[in-house]
């Protein structure tokens, strides 16, 4: 499964994974390309964010001055406030400290601020984060976390993936900016996909396609695919299907999409699935056809279009307007199918109503696939979950 690494870590409530330097630097470098300026004179909040650990603190702190920020703010949450815990024990970092509390050190989440120049050498950088122990254990929900949020400008974090629609849902209450870290499937969530649809949340720039590598803590367990421990003995595991989530605008949201008229793709398109055909696949149960691949849209049609998830690395708002998403609670199917009998690959029959929350074709004859369904004597398969859309006149 693409996204195993994640759903494992939501099942375990081990959200632990985090992100790498260069990863956040070629990210952010998109918005300031767009918007030098987006980060001047802002307060930026980095909750879920222990620079002990984490790089988004490290990143920020050390671009400070460059960024023209005002003021930067870390949380990071108490060690035995987790469900899923790991042996905690406490740094160098904070146990130097004069203020340092064995007992704090638990069950308190603790406050990074960097806001002026503290060592005196004319620099403001991560040298001159001074922190504190929060009152409570630093969950994003509290009183105490929500404060700090209402006083930011931009939250920037990669959020524990259990909680990503909790999460997003506290930022857009306080309608902030945000950079964030999450599953693309998330954009199927009934409380994420309305915000995709109205524009109000986008995908980031800097991955569209493959997974990323993420650190993890040195008691997690390497039982995913693909992992690697460092000369330093530190952890890593690659995770697929993550992607950036974010209401910064940048350039490739505005950038066109080239398109071919529907003939010549029939004629000359890559994929087999459409070249040599005479008409595009039209759904059974949506008034809209079946368009398999982002580049396969046509130029000349102006009805609506079931497209990839995948498409949202390419949307443009200027050129494309999004109606809704198949297979889930938000879609606009006009079919509700009496009962079916579903043959999966070793021709095993089952009776199903899986086709009442999908996009489906009708078949002349048994497709050549791996599962497909039977309803009255006609054949039926459903497509993978599509993003609805039409071409702006």
């Not at 009152?135 to 006083?151: H, P, T, V, Y």
């Not at 080239?258 to 149960?285: C, Q, V």
Request: charged share 30%; hydrophobic share 35%; glycine share 6%.
């Amino acid at each position: 499964m693409a996204n195993e690494n994640l759903s494992k870590a939501k099942e375990a409530k081990n959200d632990e994974f985090y992100t790498q330097y260069h990863d956040i630097e070629k990210e952010v470098s998109a918005y300031l390309e767009y918007n030098p300026d987006v980060f001047r004179g802002k307060t930026v909040l980095l909750p879920c964010d222990d620079p002990e650990w984490s790089n988004f603190t490290k990143y920020f702190a050390q671009n400070f001055e460059t960024f023209g920020l005002k003021k930067l703010i870390s949380t990071s949450y108490a060690p035995e406030s987790k469900r899923y815990k790991f042996g905690y024990v406490p740094t160098l970092f904070e146990t130097e400290a004069p203020h340092f509390d064995a007992d704090k050190s638990k069950t308190h989440g603790k406050i990074f601020v960097l806001d002026h120049d503290v060592t005196g050498d004319g620099k403001i950088n991560f040298e001159d984060l001074e922190w504190q122990y929060l009152e409570g254990d630093g969950d994003f929900r509290s009183k105490e976390i929500c404060n700090l949020r209402d006083q930011a400008d931009i939250i920037i974090t990669n959020p524990p993936f259990s909680l990503f629609r909790e999460f997003l849902a506290w930022i857009v209450e306080a309608d902030k900016q945000f950079l964030i870290i999450g599953n693309m499937n998330a954009i199927t969530y009934k409380e994420v996909f309305p915000l995709i649809k109205d524009n109000q949340v986008w995908y980031g720039c800097s991955i569209s396609s493959g997974d990323r590598e993420f650190g993890v803590p040195d008691e997690y367990p390497l039982t995913a695919a693909g992992w690697r421990i460092d000369d330093q003995g530190k952890k890593y595991i690659r995770v697929k299907g993550v992607r950036w989530f974010t209401n910064l605008d940048h350039g490739r949201r505005h950038q066109f999409l080239p398109l071919m008229t529907m003939a010549d793709n029939l004629k000359f398109s890559r994929h087999k699935e459409i070249r040599g055909k005479d008409s595009y696949d039209h759904y059974d149960n949506y008034d809209a056809i079946e368009v398999p691949y982002t580049d396969a849209i046509p130029s000349d049609y102006d009805s609506v279009m079931g497209v990839p998830v995948s498409f949202l690395d390419k949307y443009c708002p200027e050129q494309f307007e999004i109606l809704g998403i198949t297979k889930t609670w938000y879609g606009m199917a006009n079919k509700i199918y009496p009962e079916q009998i579903q043959v999966d690959k070793t021709g095993k029959e089952s009776k199903v109503t899986k086709l009442n929350d999908g996009a489906t074709i009708k078949h002349e004859k048994v497709p050549n696939s791996e599962t497909y369904y039977i309803v009255d004597n006609n054949y039926f398969t459903q497509v993978y979950p599509r993003i609805l859309i039409r071409k702006k006149q």
